[in-house]
Nanobody
Framework: QVQLVESGGGSVQAGGSLTLSCVTS????????MAWFRQLSGQEREGVAL???????RYAASVIGRFTISRDDTKNTMSLKMNNVKLEDTATYYC???????????????????????WGQGTQVTVSS
């Protein structure tokens, strides 16, 4: 059974840093693409960043220069380093993965939710002033 488990969420002051982690298990084939999404209650899930083999990355425009996505396939983990966080980064963050080759993005370069089969349960990030 495939599982994705996020950790690292919490409360942080604006301008601070936070690192989210996602541990995967149960995959019979290594995920090709992995991504982070975020969602506020009542709103659509928003793509934040994705990573594919050879460290190909894509980011939502709102996080470029502040967030860094990485993965360690030897440890079945993916991380999101969040620097200089802003109030608008407050959300529940989800990791996602898919084994199919290739990836889709919005016209602005962000990952799209329907491109991912497997999802974690989410971790809350709250940014305060």
């Amino acid at each position: 059974q495939v599982q994705l488990v996020e950790s690292g969420g919490g409360s942080v002051q604006a301008g601070g840093s936070l690192t989210l982690s996602c541990v995967t298990s149960g995959f019979t084939q290594r995920p090709y693409r992995m991504a982070w999404f975020r969602q506020l209650s009542g709103q659509e899930r928003e793509g934040v960043a994705l990573i594919a083999p050879s460290n190909i990355t894509r980011y939502a425009a709102s996080v470029i220069g502040r967030f860094t996505i990485s993965r360690d396939d030897t440890k079945n983990t993916m991380s999101l380093k969040m620097n200089n966080v802003k109030l608008e980064d407050t959300a529940t963050y989800y990791c996602a993965a898919d084994t199919r080759v290739g990836f889709q993005t919005t016209s602005a370069g962000a990952p799209v939710a329907h491109d991912y089969t497997h999802w974690g349960q989410g971790t809350q990030v709250t940014v305060s002033s």
